[in-house]
Nanobody, 116 residues
Framework: VQLQASGGGLVQAGDSLRLSCAAS????????MAWFRQAPGKEREFVAS????????KYRDSVKGRFTISRDNAKNMVYLKMDSLKPEDSAIYYC??????????WGQGTLVTVSS
């Protein structure tokens, strides 16, 4: 299984970014998918998840209304659209598979830096 995250960059507060995660080596449509992030000196934290069908979506409270997770099962892709970015959103963002309550197959991450 390989997960390749991309789309990070340096932006200003209030800007938007869309992260992408390409999955291979698995039957993608069978897995829930999730995004996590880890800021320097902090633990990795859950950001958002989407069920295998796309019908069940969850967000951490601090990103609700600003971030949108989506998936395209035909392309084996999961996305994270991030609007109204804040400096505290700066982190390395990782995608992961979700099977039940277990997250795994972490990708290499993509760096998001939001300047004030």
């Amino acid at each position: 299984v390989q997960l390749q995250a991309s789309g990070g960059g340096l932006v200003q507060a209030g800007d938007s970014l869309r992260l992408s995660c390409a999955a291979s080596g698995l039957t993608f449509r069978n897995y829930g998918m999730a995004w996590f992030r880890q800021a320097p000196g902090k633990e990795r934290e859950f950001v958002a998840s989407v069920s295998s069908s796309g019908n069940n979506i969850k967000y951490r409270d601090s990103v609700k209304g600003r971030f949108t997770i989506s998936r395209d099962n035909a392309k084996n892709m999961v996305y994270l659209k991030m609007d109204s970015l804040k400096p505290e959103d700066s982190a390395i963002y990782y995608c992961a598979t979700k099977w039940g309550n277990t997250f795994g197959n972490w990708g290499q991450g993509t760096l998001v830096t939001v300047s004030s």
